[in-house]
């Protein structure tokens, strides 16, 4: 069973920077992307940046300039680099990975808040 554990959330004032980290279970080679999601109360869960097998990144256009997605893999571990924090990235951020074989699997890890304050 894949696990997924977010950590790095916190509080922090507008223009600062956090770094989000995800530690999966076991080797993140064998996913064929993964990516961070962002979820505030009554709203739908958004992606914020995902990146796949081969290198390839996507952004939200809200976040793009800011934060930055990227792996370790020998540290089986992806990272949410964001800087220039606003308010509005106020949310609980949750760690995703694609595993596709013969079905699709999604991993979510138990997310982790992220508080902006003006």
């Known amino acids: 069973q894949v696990q997924l554990v977010e950590s790095g959330g916190g509080l922090v004032h507008t223009g600062g920077s956090l770094r989000l980290s995800c530690a999966a279970s076991?080797?993140?080679?064998?996913?064929?992307?993964m990516g961070w999601y962002r979820q505030v109360p009554g709203k739908e869960r958004e992606l914020v940046a995902s990146t796949a097998r081969g290198g390839s990144t996507n952004y939200g256009d809200s976040v793009k300039g800011r934060f930055t997605i990227s792996t370790d893999n020998a540290k089986n571990t992806l990272y949410l680099q964001m800087n220039s924090l606003k308010p509005e990235d106020t949310a609980v951020y949750y760690c995703?990975?694609?595993?596709?074989?013969?079905?699709?699997?999604?991993?979510w890890g138990q997310g982790t808040q992220v508080t902006v304050s003006s």
């Open positions: 995703n990975a694609v595993l596709a074989i013969l079905t699709t699997m999604n991993y």
């Open positions: 076991g080797s993140i080679l064998m996913f064929n992307s």
